[in-house]
T-cell receptor, first 117, second 112 residues
Framework: GAVVSQHPSRVICKSGTSVKIECRSLDFQATTMFWYRQFPKQSLMLMATSNEGSKATYEQGVEKDKFLINHASLTLSTLTVTSAHPEDSSFYIC?????????????FGDGTRLSIL | KNQVEQSPQSLIILEGKNCTLQCNYTVSPFSNLRWYKQDTGRGPVSLTI?????NTKSNGRYTATLDADTKQSSLHITASQLSDSASYICVVSANAGNMLTFGGGTRLMVKP
C-alpha cells in the first residue's frame, strides 16, 4: 500500500533553532501534500497545503514566514519551523494523496514530535 | 460552516466486547467520509472510505455505515482487542476529495 515517510520522528532543540521536517511519498507521486499540527488530545489541524512546483497555501492564522514549506518534487515536501519557540512544540503530521485520485484515502506520515526547550 | 462532530469523546470497554462510534457532519458538497485509526504518537491510518452511494463498508472487525440523508456515520468494532485502543477520527471531504474536515475523534480504551 501507499506509504508516507516522515523524518525525523522526534526533535528536541533549544528556542531559536530552525527545524526542518521531511515528508516523502515512497511508492506514489503526490502533487499535493498537507501539513497538520496536533496538540494533545485534540484532532489534526490543517496548517497548509503544499503544491509541487508552486507556493503553498496556508490556513488562516498560520504564519507563512514562520512555517516555510517547500515541495520541490512529486515525492518530497519539507516544513521548516523557523526560529522555533516553546509554543511551537507540537506533533506535526504530513499527508499525501495519489495524484489525481479523488476517492482515495490520504496517507499520513507517522508524525514528528517537536519539543522546544 | 463545515463541521464534523464525533461521540462519545472517550470510551472504555472490556476486551471482547463490541462498540459503536458515532459521527455527524454538516459538510457540503459531500464527497466522501473516512474513518481513521490513530495510535498514540503515530499518524492516522485509513480504515474505510465511503462515497455518497455506499451504505456500509467493512474492514476486518471494523464496519462503517453511512446515512447520507441524515448525514450520520458510525464505526462498529466487533470483538474488541487490546490493540484497538486508539483514537478514531471521522473525516469528511468536500469538493472532489481534498478539502477535509476532521472530527475531534473518539479515544477508545480496551481493557483486559
Amino acid at each position: 500500500g501507499a506509504v508516507v515517510s516522515q523524518h525525523p520522528s522526534r526533535v528536541i532543540c533549544k528556542s531559536g533553532t530552525s527545524v526542518k521536517i521531511e515528508c516523502r511519498s515512497l511508492d506514489f507521486q503526490a502533487t499535493t501534500m498537507f501539513w497538520y499540527r496536533q496538540f494533545p488530545k485534540q484532532s489534526l489541524m490543517l496548517m497548509a497545503t503544499s503544491n509541487e512546483g508552486s507556493k503553498a497555501t496556508y490556513e488562516q492564522g498560520v504564519e507563512k514566514d514562520k512555517f516555510l514549506i517547500n515541495h520541490a518534487s512529486l515525492t518530497l515536501s519539507t516544513l521548516t519551523v523557523t526560529s522555533a519557540h516553546p509554543e511551537d512544540s507540537s506533533f506535526y503530521i504530513c499527508s499525501a494523496s495519489e495524484t489525481r485520485q479523488v476517492h482515495q484515502p490520504q496517507h499520513f506520515g507517522d508524525g514528528t514530535r517537536l519539543s522546544i526547550l | 460552516k463545515n463541521q464534523v462532530e464525533q461521540s462519545p469523546q472517550s470510551l472504555i470497554i472490556l476486551e471482547g466486547k463490541n462498540c459503536t462510534l458515532q459521527c455527524n457532519y454538516t459538510v457540503s458538497p459531500f464527497s466522501n467520509l473516512r474513518w481513521y485509526k490513530q495510535d498514540t504518537g503515530r499518524g492516522p491510518v485509513s480504515l474505510t472510505i465511503m462515497t455518497f452511494s455506499e451504505n456500509t463498508k467493512s474492514n476486518g472487525r471494523y464496519t462503517a455505515t453511512l446515512d447520507a440523508d441524515t448525514k450520520q456515520s458510525s464505526l462498529h468494532i466487533t470483538a474488541s482487542q487490546l490493540s484497538d485502543s486508539a483514537s478514531y477520527i471521522c473525516v469528511v471531504s468536500a469538493n472532489a476529495g481534498n478539502m477535509l474536515t476532521f472530527g475531534g475523534g473518539t479515544r477508545l480504551m480496551v481493557k483486559p
